[in-house]
């Protein structure tokens, strides 16, 4: 007679989930600090993504994004601009605001970093069995699925 496994208990899901979000931290950092040519800081990676979700976004909407207090997104902004990573402009719709995108390069930053963590996570997928991998793909979707309808609930 088969034995039936219990279900796990979402705390323990979770406990499991926080984890692995350890490990994948711990595999952005080192894609982040020595995989690439030019290693970007975290907070300009952020910001990168950031404006990238919201072409055309302004200061203050990204400050909220990332959590941050205008002084400390302008400066932010000063240097992204100087490393030639985010291009800014006046808005269209306001003479006052000021509009971010990412530059070219911001572009290719993007590309070569998540490149970069795509030949990580490869690494380690690769050495886990076929049942496994297809378990682990229906469980990251039904997360994702479960994070978005939560996210705009």
Partial sequence: MPTTVPAPLPAEVAAAAAVAAELLDALQ????????ENPIPPSQLRALLAVERSEGTNLRL?????GSKPPAVSRLCDRMQADGLLER????????EVEL?????????????RASRLRRLHRVLATMPVDQLR??????TAFHDAALALHDA
């Fill in 29 to 36: 950092r080192r894609s982040t600090e020595g995989a690439e």
């Fill in 62 to 66: 990204l400050g909220k994004a990332l």
């Fill in 89 to 96: 402009s006046l808005s269209a719709n306001s003479r006052r």
């Fill in 101 to 113: 995108r990412l530059s070219q390069r911001g572009h290719s930053v993007l590309a070569e970093h």
């Fill in 135 to 140: 378990s682990l793909t229906c469980g990251l």
